[in-house]
């Protein structure tokens, strides 16, 4: 069963904004967009359930920098890519 991922405004900018400023971090962040079509609550950039004001939603490491914030809806079978740059509220 394939997820249809969602990237949010937010996330499409966070994303431009690797492309520009940090090449290889922008293709991690991609690779894992792949790989959440799969399998959205493991495999690599260590996938963790988040808590507090990100409760509900995972996060991988993309580098020491940067975090992808997903959540997942199994219901319609979507993931909901939220952010791709920054380390949580470090922005």
């Known amino acids: 069963m394939l997820y249809k991922i969602i990237v949010a405004i937010k996330a499409q900018e966070d994303l431009k904004a690797l492309l ?12 894992l967009i792949k790989e959440l079509q799969e399998h959205p609550r493991e495999g690599r950039g260590k996938p963790t359930l988040k808590k507090y004001d990100l409760a ?9 920098k940067h975090r992808l914030v997903y959540s997942i809806e199994e219901d319609i079978i979507t993931v909901h890519v939220l952010s791709a740059c920054g380390h949580y509220d470090d922005k």
């Open 20 to 31: 520009k400023s940090e090449p290889n971090s922008y293709k991690k962040a991609i690779a």
């Open 56 to 64: 509900g939603c995972y996060a991988r490491k993309i580098s020491e």
